[in-house]
């Protein structure tokens, strides 16, 4: 079961976390889903998850929710949570009028007023039966249901799959509203990077149930430089070699500075410059491809 956090400030503290899942008879092999996965969020904070597909995000976020447990180490969370799964519930003949009325029930404490305002933000028609919403309206629907019930910690899997890509800047800002309202915390996975700056301040990076990065974004991207310059087989500074780019004359790499290195200009001829986001995610799951 997962634990309550005891150290103020804190929202989400995982320490060592594994999980694996048995494959079906005859062999039997087990799927490392969760491997020694470690990270403390602050209260407050917006975190984006992020991985190829089956690097383990779902399982981390569902064992966060408390409706998985991890076979090893610790999860605490600090206060309610809130989960939108993946695969949105969907009570077909339920109108979004009455999924808040179950919410109302279910849930210790209920805020009808803020779950009505989102739905009638994003124009959810109200009294349709949930089967014959569109795959974004019954997002909007399960995420009135998760801000009803007034979660200090909001856990979303996938939820702008389903959304077109203005209503997902505006279901961002409006969650960050709310962030900053309520001072709620949330991890959400998602594979739109581009979308992600200015919304998430932390990033998980999962690799293979594996966290390869975890922290705040603006100290992990000036933890990373791109350094381009004349054609070579190593960069012109210290660290990890995240990608390396050869064109016939020119050669470019992303690399992970040694920690704590505060980036210096570099010699002439070559260049750099800090990295944003999206290369940074895409040069790291590609790394992965690259070792298979
Ligand atoms: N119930 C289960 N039984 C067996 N294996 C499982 C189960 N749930 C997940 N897995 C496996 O655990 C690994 C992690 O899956 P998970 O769904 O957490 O990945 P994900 O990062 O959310 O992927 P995606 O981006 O495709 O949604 C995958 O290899 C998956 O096949």
């Not at 062999?27 to 020694?36: C, F, H, K, Q, T």
Request: with cysteine; net charge neutral; charged share 25%.
């Amino acid at each position: 079961m997962t634990a309550v956090v005891d150290r103020p400030g804190t929202a989400i503290s995982v320490d060592r976390l594994a999980k694996s899942f048995r494959g079906p008879l005859p062999r039997r092999g087990v799927n490392e889903a969760l491997r020694s996965c470690s990270f403390d969020l602050p209260v407050g904070k917006v975190a984006a998850l992020v991985g190829a597909n089956g690097a383990g995000k779902t399982t981390l976020l569902t064992v966060l929710a408390g409706l998985l447990a991890g076979d090893d180490g610790k999860v605490a969370v600090a206060g309610r949570t809130a989960f939108v799964a993946q695969e949105k519930p969907v009570y077909r003949h339920l109108t979004a009028l009455d999924m808040l009325g179950v919410g109302a029930r279910l849930n210790l404490v209920w805020d009808q007023d803020k779950a009505r305002r989102w739905l009638d933000r994003f124009r959810v028609p109200l009294d349709r039966p949930s089967g014959r919403l569109s795959g974004g309206q019954r997002t909007q629907v399960a995420f009135a249901v998760a801000l009803g019930s007034r979660p200090d910690v909001l856990l979303l899997d996938e939820p702008l799959a389903e959304l077109d890509p203005l209503v997902r800047r505006e279901v961002m800002a409006d969650l960050l509203v709310e962030v900053q309202e309520s001072g709620m915390t949330v991890v959400l996975s998602t594979h739109v990077v581009g979308e992600l700056s200015g919304v998430a301040d932390h990033l998980l990076l999962l690799d293979d149930g594996r966290l390869v990065l975890a922290g705040e974004l603006d100290d992990l991207l000036a933890g990373h430089v791109r350094c381009t310059g004349p054609r070579a087989e190593v960069p012109p500074v210290a660290g990890t070699v995240i990608e390396a780019k050869h064109q016939e004359r020119q050669s470019s790499f992303l690399v992970e500075l040694p920690a704590g290195e505060v980036p210096r200009g570099i010699a002439e001829p070559w260049t750099s410059r800090p990295v944003n986001v999206e290369e940074l995610v895409l040069a790291r799951l590609a790394r992965r491809g690259e070792r298979g």
